[in-house]
Nanobody
Framework: QVQLVESGGGLVQAGGSLRLSCAGS????????MAWYRQAPGKQRELVAT???????NYAESVKGRFTISRDNAKNTVYLQMNGLKPEDTGVYYC???????WGQGTQVTVSS
């Protein structure tokens, strides 16, 4: 059974930092590009960052220079370090084996101004 469990969200003031984690089953991580998405209230889910199995990364323009995606394949975990948070970063954050329909429950990030 595929499981993805996101954690690390919370309430933070603008300018603050959070580190999100996503733990998943080994099958989902091995060889897969992993992604973080977010969904703000009333908006569509958007791609935030991706990391290939060998470590190459890509970011949405809105988070470049502030967010860092990383992975630990031995722990089947992908991370999203978020610095310089802005109110527009508020939303539910999900990890996803890129291109698949597998999703966790998400973790809420709220940034106050």
């Amino acid at each position: 059974q595929v499981q993805l469990v996101e954690s690390g969200g919370g309430l933070v003031q603008a300018g603050g930092s959070l580190r999100l984690s996503c733990a998943g089953s080994g099958l989902m991580f091995r060889g897969n590009t992993m992604a973080w998405y977010r969904q703000a209230p009333g908006k569509q889910r958007e791609l935030v960052a991706t990391i290939a199995n060998i470590g190459a990364t890509n970011y949405a323009e809105s988070v470049k220079g502030r967010f860092t995606i990383s992975r630990d394949n031995a722990k089947n975990t992908v991370y999203l370090q978020m610095n310089g948070l802005k109110p527009e970063d508020t939303g539910v954050y999900y990890c996803n084996p890129f291109g698949t329909g597998y999703w966790g429950q998400g973790t809420q990030v709220t940034v106050s101004s």
